[in-house]
């Protein structure tokens, strides 16, 4: 079984608490379209919220329509450790990623949609880069190019744009149609099988 999850990862611990009163944590996830990403991982049990924004460039005040240099687009995942842990997080992130696409992911190409986890420190790091070790070994004869990357400040999505946050939710029928237009999915099914959580 491969214990993985890529895109954009950050994980420490905030003040928030989970309804056991045990410290919350947070991770941020690349994985191609943010709206996608959220949807993916809004369903895994024990994760309390996803935000949508970017993270890993230089520009301080990215934006979905203006500058975002550098940025990924990428998710915050606020989850309870005590119901999914860091593993499990990864584990449900390499399974809804393509980690062989070095362009973007499925129809979206460009660096914003690149796949990366970025990690906080060398624990996650050591995590992230067993599990990225685990689809190597699976996919010897393809290239695995999801980067591991520090972590970096991450920008929710904000004012004028904030319809990106639950896009899936809030605009049903266009996320719909998107997500099948751009063949996520069946591009999941080719790489990953059953293990596919959509």
């Not at 949807?39 to 230089?58: A, I």
């Not at 992130?93 to 973007?104: E, L």
């Not at 979206?108 to 995590?127: M, Q, S, T």
Request: hydrophobic residues 35%; aromatic residues 14%; negative net charge.
């Amino acid at each position: 079984m491969i214990r993985i999850a890529v895109l954009a990862i950050a994980l420490f611990t905030t003040g928030l608490t989970a309804a056991n009163d045990k410290p919350v944590q947070t991770a941020v996830f690349a994985g191609g379209c943010f709206w996608c990403m959220e949807s993916d991982f809004e369903k895994l049990e024990g994760v309390l919220d996803v935000v949508s924004g970017f993270t890993g460039g230089t520009h301080p005040d990215p934006t979905y329509r203006g500058r975002h240099d550098g940025h990924y687009e990428a998710i915050q995942v606020t989850y309870d450790p005590e119901t999914v842990d860091y593993n499990g997080l990864l584990e449900h992130y390499w399974v809804n990623i393509d980690p062989f696409d070095a362009r973007g992911q499925f129809c979206d190409k460009g660096h914003e949609y690149k796949a990366a986890i970025f990690v906080a420190d060398d624990a996650e790091r050591a995590a992230a880069e067993l599990t990225k070790q685990a689809v190597i070994d699976e996919f010897s004869d393809q290239t695995v190019v999801t980067e591991i990357l520090p972590a970096a400040t991450f920008y929710p999505i904000k004012g004028k744009e904030s319809y990106h946050q639950d896009y899936y939710k809030t605009h049903s029928v266009r996320y719909q149609f998107y997500r099948y237009s751009c063949g996520r999915d069946q591009r999941l099914r080719d790489i990953w099988g059953d293990r596919v959580t959509h």
